[in-house]
């Protein structure tokens, strides 16, 4: 019995396996709940794996990486993008929110409970999401399933490629300069890298801005000739939607992306989808704390 018990008592004290349950708001209602599953893998201290929630008539699939301390049976995982409660259909934000859960087991069931905590600077915007996970067992015991699932979910939804449909809940930005003389500064100080020339058609273009592959908290500024359109504007599998007229008298005009951080991942990268027309422009920028990314937009001569 004591062999017994002592090679239970590691599995036992994993998180690896399928978590099923809820989230709620501190300060909120009945109708600001989250379903969710969970699914992790371990190796060591080291854990990841996938959320899956669901949020009003929104689905979300995010990627996580964290750290399980087995002495306190703490899970902490940093960086979640976690829909703001008081989003709508036409405009949802993101609360980059911290995941904290602490592991019960017992003879009945293993629970997983703790709290979403907004980082310090959104604290006063985004309240705590408490939550109640439980372990499924019989799922969970085996291993094999647990893995493909994980890869699974990175594969069709944190490398998620939008198509034009994807934009109809963008959050839109208009061509409108605005002022943030910290952004504004720090973009003169940085080198302006063209990465990429289009030639449209159009006069006036849709520009859409997604994570490039994993989202892992990338947040970006746009300039537009030089102007700042929107700045700190958290790059997800939702569009960041900007609609802008061509200067006629510019022999180009540039759309520029600087780099607020570098995420979970570095470099900061984006996917920029340009729509002329009919006519759809797909390029890939990468910036940095010392570089931005620039695009050139010329007009074709009819």
């Known amino acids: 019995m004591l062999l017994l018990a002592f090679y239970l008592a590691p599995a036992q004290n994993k998180v690896v396996g399928f978590w099923y349950g809820t989230a709620n ?3 909120g209602g009945s109708t600001n709940n989250y379903a969710m599953e969970v699914v992790m893998q371990q190796t ?6 996938v959320l899956n929630y669901y949020f009003r008539n929104t689905f979300r699939s995010v990627p996580l990486k964290g750290v399980y301390n087995a002495q306190s049976r703490q899970l ?24 904290a859960g602490t592991l ?7 629970i997983m ?12 915007t985004c309240p705590d999401i408490s939550f109640d996970m439980s372990l499924d067992t019989a799922a969970s ?21 939008p198509d034009e449909a994807d934009t109809l809940v963008a959050a839109t930005v208009l061509q409108r300069p605005v002022v943030n003389f910290v952004v504004a500064n720090q973009y003169r100080e940085r080198e302006n890298e063209v990465q990429n020339e289009i030639e449209v058609e159009s006069d006036s273009l849709l520009v859409n801005f997604y994570d490039n592959g994993e989202v892992d908290g990338d947040s970006i500024s746009v300039f537009y000739n030089d102007q700042l359109l929107s700045f700190n504007r958290l790059l997800s599998a939702r569009a960041i939607q900007f609609r802008i007229g ?7 005009n540039e759309v520029t992306m600087f780099a607020d951080n570098l995420g979970a991942i570095s470099p900061n990268t984006a996917l920029m989808i340009v729509y002329d027309g009919t ?3 797909d390029i890939r920028l990468s910036s940095n704390l010392e570089k931005n990314a620039t695009v050139r937009i010329k007009r074709k001569k009819k």
């Not at 902490?76 to 995941?99: K, R, W």
């Not at 409970?113 to 006063?124: D, E, I, L, M, V």
């Open 76 to 99: 902490l995982i940093p960086n979640i993008p976690i829909t703001y409660h008081g989003s709508t259909a036409q405009i949802e934000v993101d609360c980059m929110m911290n995941f």
């Open 44 to 49: 060591g201290s080291s854990v990841k794996g």
């Open 104 to 110: 019960r087991v017992s003879k009945s069931n293993t």
């Open 25 to 27: 708001i501190s300060n």
């Open 141 to 161: 015991n085996n291993l094999d399933s647990v893995y493909a699932e994980v890869r699974k979910k990175r594969e069709s939804y944190a490398l998620w490629q």
């Open 246 to 252: 061509l200067n006629p008298n510019k022999e180009f």
């Open 113 to 124: 409970a703790g709290r979403f905590t907004g980082n310090a600077q959104y604290r006063n």
């Open 279 to 281: 006519k759809r422009h």
